[in-house]
């Protein structure tokens, strides 16, 4: 009788051992169902390890720090873009600046002086002890007379000051091939000046743009052969665009 049943437990427990077999060949087990829930649970929950091995696009992924990193680059390529576009302004507002300054007609100063002009010295019949310098552009740009002349006779050792109702309104510019002019007043008329004496060399001297300062080269125009007698009335008017213009004083 106990042999029958240990016989029937045999049995049974191969049946359930059969049974168990077949269900983890067929993946239907109940049991490795509930199992592998918890252990599904537990590996979203486990930060994984870094990964070393380079992406496809030769950038190392090293985890979240990585995933960080592109996010960057992103940011990056839109600052680029955003970069681009601030260039383009720049330059836009650099045109529009360069295009008045077009349209306002300014250029840089240029100044007439003895190496871009030809100066001539010549006294005049009317009006009476006066004498006309003329100065011709014979360079290639328009230049700028500034103020008035420095003339020195000889060796003297003072400045004939300007007439300063000669004044004009603006800078005297001459073009290639035009010509500018100043009045020198040699003597009082009515002989109240002292001090006379006769010069037989003449320098020109042009000035820069604030007074005084140096403009370029002098120039030396020729005398008449007799020279040319002044007093301590000399003066001189300021540069003018017109040869009457720099009679009148």
Known sequence: MRSSRLRLLAAAGITLAT???TACQDGTGTGDEG???PNATATADTPTAPSSKPATDGTPSNGPSQ???GTSGDKGSGNGSGDGHGS????GTEGADQGKGSDDGRRSFAACNGSNTTVTAQPVPRPLNHMLITVRNTGSQSCDLTYYPVLRFDEM?????????SKPQAVVTIDPGESAY???LLAAADGSGDGGTTGHRLTVGFQGR???SSGGPSAIPSLPAKGVYYDSTLAVTYWQQS???ALTY
């Open 19 to 21: 049974l168990s077999l």
């Open 35 to 37: 199992a592998s829930a």
């Open 67 to 69: 995933a960080g990193g």
């Open 88 to 91: 383009g302004k720049e330059k």
């Open 157 to 165: 050792q003072w400045v004939p000051q300007p007439i300063a109702e």
């Open 182 to 184: 100043a009045g020198v």
């Open 210 to 212: 604030t007074p005084d």
């Open 243 to 245: 040869m009457d213009d």
